[in-house]
């Protein structure tokens, strides 16, 4: 039995024929646009993130507004507070069994 043969693509008509190295016009101009693009993308990543601890700061103070009200809520005189059985009998609750 003969083996067989896989078709892995369209049959090339005429060999390619490689790159000629970059010119040094080419590779200075690239550089100087990879630099520039570098200082851009710095630019942007350091505005993200003070933009981020801004926001960070102002969550964490809300939050720990909203929580200092419900603390104060909680604490504050004349509130009645729910009571076990136990409380209201005036035996300590310790959770020993006698």
Do not use: F, I
Not at 34 to 41: H, I, K, M, N
Not at 42 to 58: D, G, H, I, P, S
Not at 65 to 91: C, F, L, N
């Amino acid at each position: 039995m003969p083996a067989k043969l896989y078709h892995k693509g369209p049959p090339r008509s005429e060999p390619t024929q490689p790159k000629p190295p970059p010119s040094k016009e080419d590779l200075a101009a690239r550089k100087a646009r990879q630099a520039e693009e570098g200082v851009l993308a710095m630019a942007e990543y350091q505005q993200q993130q003070k933009e981020m601890l801004e926001r960070t700061a102002r969550l964490r103070a809300e939050r720990l507004a909203r929580e200092g009200k419900t603390r104060a809520r909680k604490t504050s005189p004349g509130v009645a507070h729910k009571r076990g059985a136990a409380d209201k009998s005036g035996a300590a609750n310790t959770g020993d069994v006698a």
